[in-house]
T-cell receptor, first 116, second 109 residues
């Protein structure tokens, strides 16, 4: 069964460093998402991406975040200058459809980011 | 602002019991509602998706209902098993996805 994959599974970085989290969505999906879950808190939406541009973003997704689909398979989240409060589990998701068309979002296993 | 609440926060039941998890949301203008399962330290597994025009969805021992006008959804699990132990999340989609905090379910053998 097709699945969303994410690398790395864990990443430790120093405050102020740039990190890139990578995701390979399900191959025939067209919509891609990033979420985060700070330990013990709710899953929070960050951004959705379609047709090589951001379609929605939350107030969390500020200028230090960016997303990119550098080739036909990968979808990346870059954090330019990490802060302690960026420590969280980051989930990538993909869906074939969006916006009320009722398509399920499929989640990857997550990347646990720890900023020291 | 959409708020999603799940009750109870934790639930422990003996194996074989039928149980109901509750989800409520404050803004009824949703496109759909999705129930997920999350195992400790793992990703989210989609269980059921209910479109805003639907009243319920079923998959195996799981049945989810949606009452959009009252802002409520329930997830019914029949004949619970120890393997059902996990955190169950509901999420509503309205341009972005808003999650509840989850119900942590423990099914004792």
């Amino acid at each position: 069964e097709p699945e969303v994959t994410q690398t790395p599974s864990h990443q430790v970085t120093q405050m102020g460093q740039e990190v890139i989290l990578r995701c390979v969505p399900i191959s025939n999906h067209l919509y891609f998402y990033w979420y985060r879950q700070i330990l013990g808190q709710k899953v929070e939406f960050l951004v959705s991406f379609y047709n090589n541009e951001i379609s929605e973003k939350s107030e969390i997704f500020d200028d230090q975040f960016s997303v990119e689909r550098p080739d036909g398979s990968n979808f990346t989240l870059k954090i330019r200058s990490t802060k302690l409060e960026d420590s969280a589990m980051y989930f990538c998701a993909s869906s074939a459809l969006q916006r009320g068309l009722g398509e399920t979002q499929y989640f990857g296993p997550g990347t646990r980011l720890l900023v020291l | 602002k959409q708020e999603v609440t799940q009750i109870p926060a934790a639930l422990s039941v003996p194996e074989g019991e039928n149980l109901v998890l509750n989800c409520s949301f404050t803004d009824s203008a949703i496109y759909n509602l999705q129930w997920f399962r999350q195992d400790p330290g793992k990703g989210l597994t989609s269980l059921l998706l209910i479109q805003s025009s639907q009243r319920e969805q079923t998959s195996g021992r799981l049945n989810a209902s949606l009452d959009k006008s009252s802002g409520r959804s329930t997830l019914y699990i029949a004949a619970s098993q120890p393997g059902d132990s996990a955190t169950y999340l509901c999420a509503v989609y309205m341009g972005d996805m808003r999650f509840g905090a989850g119900t942590r379910l423990t099914v004792k053998p």
